[in-house]
């Protein structure tokens, strides 16, 4: 299967690429290809860093080729900032707007005794009838790094504990956004990254 990673250039790609291509699959990166990115099988969105940094999807054209890919039902997968992005926006940086597929905001971990941001290894608490995360008992493990999250709504796949509920893992059709690291997040990662590999365009199994 065809992969179309999408590089902002607001982290390194080297990670997600490795266990794409890890589990067979054919990888190819773009920064403003518009006609790679219209024809794709598959999108990725990875993303570490802030928010901000997505106005080169807008700057780039990327936005507008990325919503008429999903209008087609190309599957996408947004991970961390990716799945943020997939929200109308962030209090990081609020005059950047996401692409709004998901009309809520992402905001920062309420204050609290434990340290922003959220680094290390957590649990999932899985959705019953989830695809992506299809084979993932609950309490699985995967590893977060990020100061901002999405919150809880009726789109989870799954929620996660840090502090208050978020939004770990968000499925609506063919889009799909994990706050965590599948590339960093081992067997289970690898898992989840396979489950999305094997969707169709409708999003299916």
Known sequence: MRVTVIDYKAGNLTSVLKALRHLGADVEVTDRDLALVAGAERLVLPGVGHFAATERLDATGLTSAIRKAIARGVPFLGIC?????????????????????????????????????HVGWNSLEVRPGSRLLAGVEAGEFVYFTHSYKAPVTADIASTTFYIEPFASAVERGNVIGVQFHPEKSGATGLKILRNFLLWDEKGTQ
């Open 81 to 117: 900032v990716g799945m943020q992005w997939l929200y109308a926006g962030s209090s990081e940086a609020p005059s950047q707007s996401g692409l709004a597929h998901f009309p809520e905001q992402c905001a920062r971990f309420a204050e609290s005794q434990e340290k922003v941001p």
